[in-house]
């Protein structure tokens, strides 16, 4: 295993100002100005495409429900229909268990949270201080989450050099030998890069041989206008050991407002899992987990899902063209645009906000520096096509037009 030594090297630690919410750095730093033009908010990955049509009537048909408490492990019925839905969207070594296998959460973003505490659990002592590593730039609950664990958050820089994904080979032993868990998400937010098979095996091996376990995020599995990704679950062998994946309903079924996923694999996991939430974290409604099982039975409006994203990258292939390093992602809703050529990420945000009334999130917001003080999100910017497609198609022509 190579020992890390370049300039690129996992990051410790960070200031205060990166540890915040990028929202509200966001915020602040647009606080003082005003749009150029009527505002259009590329910023914030929240769904803008129709509810599914059966919500409403699952909702009060189960009115009534929102009267008991619910149990922590979900209801028979949405944990089986997870498992059925896992079962055939994904190649897995066998079907996962419903009664042992899968845990209800409220969305993904608590269960992320909380996983990192019950890994510390499940994996027990590690030599020096544990420690938890994460992609950089990266979903901001997983440093919260390792915060909480009492663990080292180790930053793995993505880059266009690794493909967006953590360079596994630059991790020394030393790192792996006090590594609780490693959160990965495929895809990957905010770059919509997609582990391939060998890069899960290559993973599962390295959890196999320090003992640490695998958070999978998926959440993006199925916003895709290609390829399918697939999942870490696929390649965790018979027993699912050392490997979790999260899942959620807030981009499959632009639900982002109900808050419902699950966690699924590693049995020993989810059982310490549970145990941890039936102290810390609020059930799930019943009401809404009937409306989770409705709809991971149904992928008709899964498909129409994807179809209005489709629409929305051809127009930024045509739009945007190959400016500012725009690919086309392999997965997810996010684009990841190099302005460095016209200067920092900060800079180019409040350009689009105060000429052209976009706003977006500037790429170090989402990123923490490395040791050297290299941030591999700074001179990039996200964005985030959730609007419908004439109000993109705009946006984008927007951008183009104030950045040139």
Not at 76 to 89: H, M, V, Y
Not at 96 to 118: H, M, Q, T
Not at 210 to 230: H, K, M, N, Q, W
Not at 272 to 293: C, K, S
């Amino acid at each position: 295993m190579a020992m890390t030594a370049s300039s690129r090297a996992p990051l410790t630690g960070g200031s205060s100002d990166s540890e915040r919410s990028p929202f509200v750095r966001l915020n602040e730093l647009l606080a003082p100005h005003q749009p150029g033009k009527p505002l259009i908010s590329l910023a914030v990955g929240e769904p803008q495409h129709p509810v599914p049509d059966f919500v409403g009537p699952v909702l009060a048909k189960h009115i009534a429900d929102f009267g008991r408490y619910p149990a922590n492990k979900g209801t028979d019925p949405f944990r089986k229909a997870a498992g059925a839905w896992l079962s055939s969207r994904f190649r897995l070594p066998r079907p996962l268990d419903p009664e042992s296998e899968i845990l209800v959460l409220n969305g993904s973003r608590e269960g992320l949270f909380l996983a990192a505490i019950a890994a510390a659990r499940y994996v027990g002592p590690r030599p020096g201080k544990p420690a938890i590593l994460m992609p950089n730039p990266f979903y901001p609950v997983y440093g919260a989450g390792a915060g909480a664990a009492a663990c080292e958050p180790i930053y793995l820089p993505t880059t266009i050099e690794n493909g967006f994904l953590p360079d596994l080979d630059a991790i020394d032993e030393a790192t792996l030998a006090r590594t609780v868990a490693f959160y990965l998400a495929s895809p990957a937010n905010p770059q919509g890069s997609v582990a391939k098979p060998d890069y899960f095996r290559r993973l599962k091996q390295l959890a196999d041989r320090y003992g640490f376990v695998i958070l999978s995020d998926e959440c993006y599995s199925e916003i895709y206008t290609r390829e399918a990704p697939g999942s870490a679950l696929e390649c965790a062998g018979p027993d699912f050991t050392r490997v979790v994946a999260f899942q959620s309903l807030s981009k499959r079924s632009n639900l982002p407002g109900m808050r419902v996923g699950f966690a699924a694999g590693d049995k020993r996991f989810i059982g310490m899992f549970l145990e941890l939430r039936n102290i810390a974290a609020p059930q799930v409604p019943v009401p809404l987990q009937h409306v989770a099982t409705v709809a991971y039975g149904d992928e008709a409006h899964v498909e129409e899902n994807r179809r209005l994203y489709r629409i929305k990258f051809d127009l930024a292939d045509q739009i945007i063209g190959d400016r500012y390093g725009y690919r086309r992602p392999d997965a997810g809703f996010c684009v990841w645009l190099n302005t460095s050529k016209l200067g920092d990420d900060v800079s180019m945000t409040l350009k689009l906000f105060t000429e052209a009334g976009v706003r977006v999130v500037p790429g170090s917001y989402l990123a923490r520096r490395q040791p050297d003080g290299f941030n591999p999100g700074a001179g990039y910017i996200r964005l985030a096509l959730v609007q419908d497609s004439e109000t993109t198609a705009q946006a984008l022509h927007r951008l183009v037009e104030t950045l040139g």
